[in-house]
């Protein structure tokens, strides 16, 4: 249960809602219940739950994910992750709490448009802590996969949140 809040994260990301997330959250644990004489002691349990979250998604819903009708798409992105309003911070005050949660839901916007072969390096690497070598084994894909799919996904993130941060076409933030 130490990494249920990891998870929850990694799953919310993956499937944008709420319910499918915490559905894909409890499924991994029955899963790593069912196989724990594969985990072998002393080695990341983080890196092992997190493959199992990242496999069922990738078997389960990225099969549904095909069948989607285009209304369904319509709604999207209208609601923001509300994980960086639970984050606990030093004492913010209203100002801090309302900039928090207009740069939550603008970064959460932006994960959610690119697209997903580069968000799970992100989320991995940049959100999990994960090396690059932890997240080339929860991916099942080489090092060199991880590292440039995530140089891609940091970019394309760039190009969403620039106008946002405030940066000219030149590279530099404006004063």
């Keep these: 249960m130490t990494y249920i809040d990891h998870l929850y994260r990694m799953a919310f990301h993956l499937v944008k809602k709420e319910e499918e ?3 894909i959250v409890q499924e991994t644990y029955v899963r790593a219940l069912g196989a724990y004489k594969q985990f072998a002691p ?7 739950l997190t493959k199992i979250l990242y496999n069922f998604f990738f078997d389960h819903f990225q099969k549904k994910k095909r ?5 369904d798409k319509a709604g999207e992105g209208d609601e923001g992750s509300d994980y960086w309003e639970r984050v606990p911070t030093d004492n913010p005050g209203p100002e801090s709490q309302i900039l928090l949660k207009e740069q939550s839901a603008k ?5 959610r448009k690119i697209p997903e072969e580069f968000r799970a390096p992100i989320l991995l690497v940049d959100m999990g802590d ?3 070598a932890e997240a080339a084994e929860i991916l099942a894909c080489p090092v060199g996969t991880v590292r440039s799919r995530l140089s891609r996904g940091r970019r394309l993130l760039y190009k969403e949140l620039k106008e946002y941060i405030g940066v000219s076409e030149k590279g530099q933030a404006e004063k």
Aim: proline content about 0%.
């Design 107 to 111: 970064i959460s916007a932006a994960l």
């Design 42 to 48: 002393g080695t990341n349990m983080k890196a092992w």
């Design 67 to 71: 069948w989607v009708l285009a209304e």
């Design 21 to 23: 997330a915490q559905d």
């Design 130 to 132: 994960f090396s690059y």
